[in-house]
């Protein structure tokens, strides 16, 4: 069996296609209009399923004497997934909303049902539409969806000038962004909060985040942010070697000058993760989080205090998805998945922790190691001898008082390993 479509493009050009029988599943955008809105190629769609899936608001768009099976969303949604995937070879339609790839449902199926199987119809996204009334350029824009990330998240991107477009969890989300604006510095950013875009229902709320006092909100909505700086405010930037004054620790702490280097040596990629073993309190980590939005890292720490210096500098710097591993190394690595590059700090002369992190990488990993003491600078020297790489030194000397006077106190010396396994 074929299903067989012709449809006019915005030229008038006739344009037809088949779509064979393992195309099972149809994901289709819906909007705040209802059935109405939907293109003929996704009304044939959802009319030839077999079972329709969606929130109650979505199915609640059916006509009243549809008798078909319908799905509701459960909580956790991957039960309602694997349903969904138990009826494949039957014609299944899922309603989302808006754009289905852009944050939404179509994404998830996708990484468990091959795109070859699926037929996606995307219906305007809630960002477009707010760049519609806005006057903004999506390119230009950075978007979020708070539905399951931390409201920290976003902080990464609140620089003067910047343009914020945020899927809300529920109605409490716009005020929590307000509040995290006004706490790090951005009270004077202005939110305009749309509500039901594209319904008779639409709503804008406009205020400035520190005053911002609006509670009567529906739960689905968005926030798009044209972010201000309050005078005060000190801005860091997203290059690597923050101030260390940006940072909760009680010493154990790479300096500025020395994590700049130490960054330089990790070299990140966007995707790709850092193991950051005796991480202190995590300003390697963090700083190659902050490097890009996609980039991954564990911390493992085994100080219980430094561990909460880890989670609160995290938070502080935008990047709270940070992964905090509690436990002593080499121990705490087992069953962490695999790293494309790995930072030893301290602990360097632990036995087997060399061995551990050389054989967790894969070919092109690459492998940082920063040592203070003698016995660990040993220890690398003889690594470096069975596998290559650079071998630096690094002498950091700052400016000090002596006495009534200025002279140049040094840092302690490191010896910086760095090699890529090949």
Known sequence: MTIEFEHSNAAGNKISGKDSMHK?????GIGEDGLSGLSAIALSLLDRSQVVVGGARHLAMLPTDDTREQLLWASPIQATVDQIIRRRGQSVCVLASGDPMCHGIGVTLSRQIPISEMTVIPAASAFSLACARLGWALADVETFSL??????SIALAFYPGARLLVLSADRHTPAKVADLLTQRGFGSSLMTVFERMGSGAERRIEGVAAAWNVADLADL???AIAVAADRETVIFPRTSGLPDAA???DGQLTKREVRAVTLSALAPIPGELLWDVGAGCGSIAIEWMRSHRSC???AIERHPTRLEYIAENASNLGVPELKIVAGDAPEALVNLPQPDAIFIGGGVTAEA???TCWNALGEGGRLVVNAVTVESELTVLQWHSLHGGELIRIG???TGAIGSFLGWKPLAPITQWAVVKS
Do not use: D, F, G, K
Request: no cysteine; aromatic share 8%; glycine share 0%.
């Open 396 to 398: 950091i000397q700052r």
């Open 353 to 355: 922790l060399l061995e």
């Open 24 to 28: 099972w599943l149809s994901v289709v």
């Open 296 to 298: 991954r890292a564990i």
């Open 247 to 249: 940072y909760r620790h």
């Open 147 to 152: 539905t399951n990330r931390p409201i920290a």
């Open 221 to 223: 909505n968005a926030i």
